[in-house]
């Protein structure tokens, strides 16, 4: 069992930076590929970035390459979300989840574990 709790969310100027932060709970969390997802009101989830067990980054969302950063510490049982260069189209909630299966980390029907959600909001 792994519980995941996010952090770090807020409202922002457009142009500013967040750093979000997923904390896991549970001594098996190193063996999971975690994925970061959002949704804006209307909308369905999307991927936005996931990272291997071992720290690998796997992909990014086209919309985010080059502004989001996914980063692991698996000491720490916790992942980031390096945000920067942030527009009003990243208003969304963001979850992060985790998966056992790393090779179905771009799905969100394919997570195991889903945390709460933590609200960002970029004012323009």
């Known amino acids: 069992q792994v519980q995941l709790v996010e952090s770090g969310g807020g409202l922002v100027q457009a142009g500013g930076s967040l750093r979000l932060s997923c904390r896991a709970s549970g001594r098996t969390f190193s063996s999971y590929t975690v994925g970061w997802f959002r949704q804006a009101p209307g909308k369905e989830r999307e991927f936005v970035a996931a990272?291997?067990?071992?720290?690998?980054?796997?992909d990014y969302a086209d919309s985010v390459k080059g502004r989001f950063t996914i980063s692991r510490d698996n000491a720490k049982n916790t992942v980031n979300l390096q945000m920067s260069s942030l527009k009003p189209e990243d208003t969304a909630v963001y979850y992060c989840?985790?998966?056992?299966?790393?090779?179905?980390?771009?799905?969100?029907?394919?997570?195991?574990?889903w945390g709460q959600g933590t609200q960002v909001t970029v004012s323009s």
């Open positions: 989840a985790a998966v056992a299966d790393g090779s179905r980390w771009l799905q969100p029907v394919s997570y195991d574990y």
């Open positions: 990272i291997t067990r071992n720290g690998g980054v796997l």
